[in-house]
């Protein structure tokens, strides 16, 4: 043991209970209580058919350039 040593404070660790982190902000912590405002409802709305006419136009150019090449 260093002469230093003696000088310096014992060092204390920390506890070792269980840590658990916080929810993510807007994640519900409790049970619905008499006299909380009501929940606002959340209006979906369709997306259309976009992706399927993406899709046929990607096969057909596959299709031209294949007949091309």
Do not use: H
């Amino acid at each position: 043991m260093n002469p230093s040593d003696q000088n310096q404070p014992p060092v204390e660790k920390p506890s070792q209970g269980t840590y658990t982190s916080p929810p993510p902000i807007g994640y519900p912590t409790r049970d619905t209580v008499a006299g909380d405002p009501p929940a606002a409802t959340v209006e979906t709305k369709s997306k259309g058919d976009g992706f399927w006419k993406g899709c046929c136009a990607a096969i057909c150019c596959c299709c031209v350039l294949d007949a091309c090449f």
